[in-house]
């Protein structure tokens, strides 16, 4: 049935469509804001020393960029899914002949979409402020893309599931998505954190996101981009096990 699960997905697209204001101009304002604090507080300063360092408004900038991409991918799902439980038409999910994990699927792919759409849209619109910006590893770049969006794609399909109401998720993303992406390295080399932060971040999950993006974009990383790797690839399929479990319970197929 890989039509109705791309109908769902096209209708998930369509959805997120309707409310640019809060899929890409918030974020944007957000990027803005924090280049330019960023920008009037680092000044000339760089990550690394010699010919291969990099700027620090750069190095945050993919960062930001990764912040982008997980916000976005997990909001999209985790919000849809809650406002269908709240008003009642969670039952459309349940009463059409879909497989559980292709509706999760479908979800997850949606969210890759909206968080490819965001980042698309910041780029064009913030990247000429930025020096040195290129592309290190393109291999690397779109796996590292792909393989976020549909990882938060998928924990927001779990958590979009399980959750029942509005405040969950704001706990969620207040409580743990945040500290979580504030220990990512998006803003600093997670060496420079003091003890024991710097070696429980390389535990941090979103980390491994932000440093795969940056070293595709710049060839700089905090962690070989390898191990990185290995642990966005295990995150996701652990996710997806999850997800098929969480999903097939509340749709009951």
Not at 166 to 177: R, S, V
Request: charged content about 10%.
């Amino acid at each position: 049935m890989m039509t109705g699960m791309w109908a769902l997905y096209a209708r998930e697209v369509k959805r997120f469509q309707k409310i640019l204001l809060d899929t890409v101009f918030s974020p944007l304002v957000s990027v803005l804001m924090y280049l330019g604090v960023f920008g009037v507080v680092a000044g000339s300063r760089t990550i690394g020393e010699g010919p291969h360092a990099l700027p620090y408004i750069t190095f945050v900038y993919v960062g930001l960029l990764g912040m982008m991409m997980v916000n976005s991918s997990f909001s999209n799902p985790s919000f849809a899914l809650i406002i269908a439980k709240n008003v009642g038409n969670i039952i459309d999910l349940q009463l059409v002949p879909i497989k559980a994990w292709k509706v999760g699927i479908a979800y997850a792919c949606a969210a890759l979409t909206r968080g490819l759409f965001t980042l698309v849209v910041a780029i064009l619109a913030t990247a000429w402020f930025i020096p040195g910006l290129g592309i290190h590893s393109f291999v690397y770049l779109i796996l590292a893309l792909v393989l976020t969006g549909l990882e938060f794609g998928m924990l927001g399909v779990t958590f979009g599931f399980w959750a029942k109401n509005f405040e969950a998720l704001t706990f969620m993303t207040t409580f743990i998505m945040q500290p979580m992406i504030f220990l990512a390295g998006v803003f600093f080399p997670i060496a420079t954190l003091p003890a024991p932060w710097a070696t429980i971040s390389q535990f941090n999950p979103i980390h491994h996101n932000i440093n795969l993006l940056r070293y595709a974009v710049t060839g700089y990383s905090d962690t070989n981009p390898i191990v990185s790797l290995g642990v966005v690839v295990g995150m996701s399929v652990v996710l997806f096990g999850i997800m098929q479990v969480v999903t097939r319970k509340n749709l009951r197929v």
